[in-house]
């Protein structure tokens, strides 16, 4: 049987500033296990079953003004997985786990999403500040929380972006002016179960940005939670006493 799919209206989409675009949903955030306490001392560094139908696609003169270009917006009418949404295209889907902020390999039933139709001009696409006008030092992480984004930054300008999940609401991500306190590979949860906190960026008490789940919303205890292969980039390139910015 083929799938029905729906283009939703615009007003599921609310403008920001720099030109984003952010999607807004209502999911369940799940239980997860991620933040230790303050730590004070410096350290070194199914395949899927493919689906008949392909996605609606629309012609850029058509497209649905307030998504951005080279994409088409979705609503799954059923599961599915991101492969066959994206032809198993790899680029593709690389590309649709950044931008709607979820690295699950099913999507399920009545997500709302962003999907590739011109990978040249997807790949185009940056939802966060390129520059910045207020640029704290040599390289800064700064952390988008409303748009669920961070960027990493070189003398202000723009260097490589990528998703993040933040604390849910009974347990916000701290906002403020930050630095990178210490770094550790190999980090494990002091307080939730020892959960792996994989290439883990300490900046605040228990504050840690690190390698997690995805689900497309703040889902976390309070640390910024990133894809394995942002986490393991920005944990490389980031120096202890860098600064952070969340906002």
Not at 24 to 36: H, L, N, R, V
Not at 213 to 239: I, K, N, Q, T
């Amino acid at each position: 049987m083929g799938i029905t799919r729906v283009l939703l209206p615009v007003l599921l989409f609310a403008s920001l500033p720099h030109g984003r675009t952010v999607l807004f949903g209502a999911s369940k955030p799940p239980d997860e296990a991620s933040t230790p306490g303050l730590a004070i001392v410096a350290e070194p560094s199914e395949r899927e079953t493919a689906i008949a139908q392909e996605p609606v696609r629309i012609k850029d003169s058509d497209a649905t003004p307030g998504v951005p270009a080279g994409f088409t917006l979705m609503k799954l009418e059923k599961s599915e997985s991101r492969a066959a949404l994206c032809n198993r295209d790899s680029l593709c889907e690389a590309i649709f786990m950044k931008v709607n902020r979820i690295d699950r390999k099913r999507i399920a039933a009545g997500k709302t999403v962003l999907v590739p139709i011109d990978i040249e001009k997807a790949s185009q696409y940056v939802p966060v500040p390129r520059e910045l006008s207020d640029s704290r030092g040599e390289r800064e992480i700064r952390v988008f929380l409303d748009d669920q984004y961070f960027g990493a930054y070189e003398n202000g300008e723009l260097l490589f972006w990528g998703p993040v999940s933040s604390g849910r609401r009974s347990h916000p991500t701290a906002r403020g002016r930050f630095f990178v306190n210490y770094k550790q590979r190999h980090k494990r949860s002091i307080k939730y179960e020892n959960a792996p906190m994989p290439f883990s960026i300490n900046f605040y008490y228990g504050f840690f940005m690190h390698q997690q789940s995805l689900p497309g919303y703040p889902a976390s205890h309070g640390c910024v939670r990133l894809l394995m292969p942002d986490a393991e980039r920005l944990f490389r390139w980031v120096r202890v006493g860098d600064p952070v910015t969340v906002l």
